[in-house]
């Protein structure tokens, strides 16, 4: 049987999820500063404009999906029934919003090793004030027991996006 020949034409077609999966993984091999996008479709055997049209950059890989967290959690603060003791419907929040949306959990271990390898990358997550941050300390500050100008609420917004 004589071998095959080289494929000619358009290199096959690569999903996003292929992208940002070949790209965490090169991250974590290589950290995130070293790898560059040609990096990355390299290893995918496509171009760079490739890889570009499934991601805007490279720092929006890292990010990939995570949004959908704070977004979960707005919505069950905003949800939350007004008989639910504040401190059951903020677990829940909390909890609804760390359900990462994909069936992947080796995308999210990737990630999160990422994120806590790069200096840079986790100061983003430590500066970020974020919606999130702003729905716990209103929810908190209308539904907990403390005074509305007290610095609790604001503590509690803290901690929250520190512990998730």
């Given at each position: 049987m004589a071998p095959k020949a080289p494929r000619r034409g358009r290199p096959p077609a690569t999903s996003?999820?292929?992208?940002?999966?070949?790209?965490?993984?090169?991250f974590d091999e290589r950290g995130f500063e070293a790898t560059t996008l040609e990096d990355v479709a390299a290893a995918l055997g496509v171009g760079r404009t490739t890889v570009l049209r499934?991601?805007?950059?490279?720092?929006a890989i890292v990010w990939e999906g995570l949004e959908g967290a704070e977004e979960a959690l707005v919505d069950g603060l905003r949800d939350a029934p007004v008989d639910r003791p504040w401190r059951e419907?903020?677990?829940?929040?909390?909890v609804a919003g760390q359900r990462y949306p994909d069936d992947d959990l080796e995308l999210l271990r990737l990630r999160l090793l990422v994120i806590g390898s790069e200096?840079?990358?986790?100061?983003?997550?430590?500066?970020?004030?974020?919606?999130?941050?702003?729905?716990?300390?209103?929810?908190?500050?209308?539904?907990?027991?403390?005074?509305?100008?007290?610095?609790e609420p604001h503590a509690l917004a803290q901690a929250t996006r520190a512990a998730a």
């Open positions: 996003r999820r292929e992208v940002v999966r070949t790209a965490l993984r090169l499934h991601v805007e950059s490279k720092s419907a903020l677990l829940e929040a909390l200096p840079a990358l986790r100061g983003v997550v430590a500066s970020a004030g974020t919606a999130g941050d702003e729905a716990v300390e209103a929810f908190v500050a209308a539904r907990g027991p403390w005074a509305a100008d007290a610095p």
